[in-house]
């Protein structure tokens, strides 16, 4: 589809950016049957025709996505310089999926929906009216009733203060190795056995076979480093494995913001944020499949069940919110602590609960269960530093 200038579009809904957030709504919206009589129109700069990612998460029950899942582990690894704890799972299991078995499965639903058209342009200007969203591109502009959008604009939470901004930010290598070394039944979750250097670092790794892995050198923290560094201290982690031959096969690298600022504050009548530009990215752990493929599922009922809608109704805020801020002060100031935290909860607390804990459906009893294994006195002094901002967490609170 390619327009003239002169010629305008319009669409019931936009999705600029499509990205996990967008992809997850706009095929759940197939699969609800409800939408086939609405026009949709999904806007990226990227044609998703590269494996470009790699997202991991836990499940208890098979999920839509279960037929692309590339590989599933019901043992993981916690480890630091002092010991080493198996987790067992279940009824979790922690899954992998490859950035480029999504975008196939979800644009091969895509294509058979004649309502529905993907344009690999790049966005340029959104600018919300009265009556309708219009969406500016390079070669085209557009307009709809609503629009989603999944662009994240980093200035939005760096250029305030109030709210603390990490990243984790990362580089991986797919290895293939000529000795058996690696375990395929288990994935190590954290091991913060590698030189802190003031940080929160821990490797991830993620084995497919005896022979191959992802090994990811992960931080916690507010400034990247060179791809040197992370670089070598992948080598350095694989030559303590006594990893010395090997391929690289495949790289990967990424930045994810870790931050509680409120981003569904710029959220309109007829504008959405959604995806990490809404939030939906996990702020204590960066994780962003779980929490976008729950988000996703109420986005798709929300949209059913309003006639005229109004888009900041959709954000409902919960305690989860400011456990994460918590969290995020004491790392934003003691970046360093990241071990000592994560240690103390995984060390002595039962992994099933924590696992809970993370994807938000604990009971408040049970959130006290797990808060308590962590350090007191970090906590308790981030609860003073941050009283303030309590006042703006009860404001709308729908606990």
Avoid at 104 to 112: A, L, P
Avoid at 170 to 185: A, D, I, L, R, S
Wanted: hydrophobic residues 35%; charged residues 25%.
């Amino acid at each position: 589809m390619r327009m003239n200038s002169s010629q305008i579009k319009h669409f019931d809904y936009i999705f600029t950016g499509a990205g996990l957030a967008s992809l997850m709504t706009v095929y759940k919206m197939i699969l609800s049957g409800k939408f086939s009589d609405k026009s949709i129109l999904l806007l990226d700069k990227d044609s998703k025709k590269t494996n470009d990612r790699t997202w991991s998460f836990w499940e208890k029950e098979e999920s839509t996505w279960n037929s692309i899942i590339s590989k599933k582990w019901d043992s993981a690894l916690f480890a630091n310089e002092n010991f080493k704890r198996d987790l067992e799972l279940e009824p979790y299991s922690y899954n992998k999926i490859n950035g480029l078995d999504f975008y196939n499965f979800v644009f091969e639903k895509i294509s058979n929906q004649p309502n529905i058209t993907f344009l690999h342009e790049k966005v340029t200007d959104i600018n919300e009216l009265d009556t309708h969203v219009f969406v500016g591109t390079e070669e085209n502009r557009y307009t709809c009733d609503y629009l989603f959008n999944s662009i994240y604009t980093k200035a939005f939470a760096e250029s305030q203060t109030k709210y603390p901004v990490l990243q984790q930010h990362f580089v991986g290598w797919f290895v293939k190795t000529e000795v058996e070394v690696f375990n395929p039944e288990q994935a190590t979750f954290m091991d913060f056995s590698v030189e802190q250097k003031g940080n929160t670092r821990f490797m991830y790794v993620l084995p497919t076979s005896k022979t191959e892995a992802l090994v990811e050198y992960t931080l916690f923290s507010e400034k990247l480093l060179s791809k040197e560094e992370y670089e070598n201290d992948i080598q350095r982690y694989l030559e303590k494995l006594g990893i010395h031959q090997f391929e690289i096969v495949e790289k990967e690298q990424g930045s994810i913001p870790m931050t509680s600022y409120p981003f569904w504050k710029k959220n309109t009548k007829r504008v959405l944020n959604i995806g990490t530009a809404g939030g939906w990215t996990k702020a204590s752990t960066g994780y962003t499949f779980r929490n976008s493929d729950k988000k996703s599922s109420e986005l798709v009922q929300f949209l059913q069940n309003l006639d005229s809608l109004n888009m900041k109704a959709f954000h409902k805020k919960n305690r989860f919110w400011f456990y994460d801020l918590l969290l995020l002060d004491i790392l934003y100031r003691h970046n360093e602590s990241g071990s000592s935290i994560f240690s103390s909860l995984f060390k002595n607390g039962n992994s099933k609960l924590i696992f809970k804990f993370l994807d938000e459906e604990t009971s408040f009893i049970e959130d006290v269960k797990v808060i308590l294994k962590c350090p007191k006195i970090p906590f308790l002094k981030a609860l003073f530093r941050v009283i303030f901002l309590s006042n703006e967490f009860n404001q709308n609170n729908n606990l």
